[in-house]
C-alpha cells in the first residue's frame, strides 16, 4: 500500500501521560510511516534499566490494546538521551504489533523492517477510526495554515517597510514644505548633536539602562578572556549547561504532568 500524499495526510497530536516514576509521550504514526512511536522519559536516574524494559514491555501492551497500531518504545534518560538496553534486552528498541491472524500482541526487541510490520497506518480512514478520541489535521489544513503564517509574514515585512522608509520620506517631503517643521527639525538635530557631544567628552550622566549594558558588557568581556584561556573548560561548562537545561525541561513537564493528573485521580475516587 502506498503513503497517503497530499491533504489524504493525516496529522495527530501528541498524548503524554504520568507514570509515578517516569512520564510517556505517545505519537500517531506520521503520514507515510508505518508505527506509532512511544517515548519513556525517567527524570529518575536512579531507576535500573531492567525496571525501564519492563515498563517498555507494559507500554506497548497497553497501548496497543488502546490504539491497535505497530508501535516504537523508546527510553530516555533525565537529560534526554537514550537509555542503553541492548546489553539486556539485544536492542534499545522495543517493536510490537498485534498480529492480524492470531489475534496476540507480537513484541520484538529488534528493529523490524516495514514489511513486516502490518501496513494498517498507511490507511488514512482506518486511522481516523483509530485515534478517533484524539484530535488531528489534514493535510489541506497544514497547508493552509502554512499560507496564513506566510501571508502574515508578508503583512509584518509591509509594516516595519512602511515605518522604516515610508514613513521617513513623508517626514522628509513634509519638512521640505514647512518652515515651521524644518526648524522643529533642526532644533532637535542640533541638541542631540550637542547630547552626543557631552556623552564623548564624559560630561552626559548615563542612564541606568546605559550603566548596566556596560557592566555586562565587561563581564562578558571577563568571560570571554577566560574562555580563550581555558577551552576544554569552556566546553565542560558548555555541556553541563546543555545538560542541566534539558533535565530542568525534563523535571517541569514531569511535574505539570502529574498537576494534571491530580484532579482526574481526586475526581475518580
Not at 495526510?9 to 503524554?16: N, Q, T, V
Not at 513484541?107 to 483509530?130: F, G, H, I
Request: with cysteine; glycine share 4%.
Amino acid at each position: 500500500m502506498k503513503p497517503p500524499a497530499g491533504e489524504d495526510r493525516l496529522f495527530f497530536e501528541a498524548m503524554k501521560e504520568d507514570r509515578d516514576w517516569y512520564f510517556v509521550e505517545y505519537r500517531p504514526p506520521i503520514a507515510g510511516f508505518p508505527f506509532a512511536t512511544l517515548q519513556i522519559v525517567v527524570p529518575n536516574i536512579a531507576v535500573t534499566p531492567d525496571a525501564v524494559a519492563a515498563a517498555a514491555e507494559d507500554e506497548l501492551t497497553l497501548w496497543l490494546t488502546r490504539y491497535p497500531i505497530p508501535i516504537m518504545v523508546s527510553a530516555f534518560d533525565a537529560t534526554g538521551d537514550l537509555i542503553h538496553l541492548e546489553h539486556i534486552r539485544g536492542c534499545n528498541h522495543l517493536v510490537g504489533f498485534i498480529d492480524d491472524h492470531t489475534g496476540k500482541v507480537i513484541r520484538e526487541w529488534r528493529l523490524l523492517t516495514n514489511q513486516e510490520l502490518p501496513n494498517d497506518a498507511l490507511e488514512p480512514s482506518y486511522l481516523k477510526n483509530v485515534y478517533s478520541d484524539i484530535p488531528h489535521k489534514t493535510g489541506e489544513e497544514v497547508r493552509a495554515r502554512a499560507e496564513q503564517h506566510i501571508k502574515q509574514v508578508r503583512l509584518g515585512w509591509w509594516i516595519v517597510f512602511g515605518w522604516a522608509a515610508v514613513v521617513p520620506a513623508a517626514v522628509a517631503i513634509l519638512e521640505w514644505w514647512s518652515d515651521w517643521l524644518g526648524i522643529v527639525v533642526l532644533i532637535y538635530a542640533i541638541w542631540k548633536a550637542l547630547e552626543k557631544a557631552l556623552q564623548l567628552m564624559g560630561k552626559w550622566p548615563k542612564s541606568k539602562r546605559e550603566l548596566e549594558k556596560e557592566a555586562e558588557e565587561r563581564r562578558m568581556r571577563h568571560h570571554h578572556y577566560h574562555c580563550e584561556r581555558n577551552p576544554e573548560g569552556f566546553e565542560h561548562l558548555k555541556l553541563e549547561n546543555f545538560e542541566r537545561w534539558a533535565r530542568e525541561d525534563i523535571q517541569k513537564e514531569a511535574h505539570s504532568l502529574k498537576r494534571e493528573a491530580q484532579p482526574r485521580s481526586n475526581a475518580d475516587s
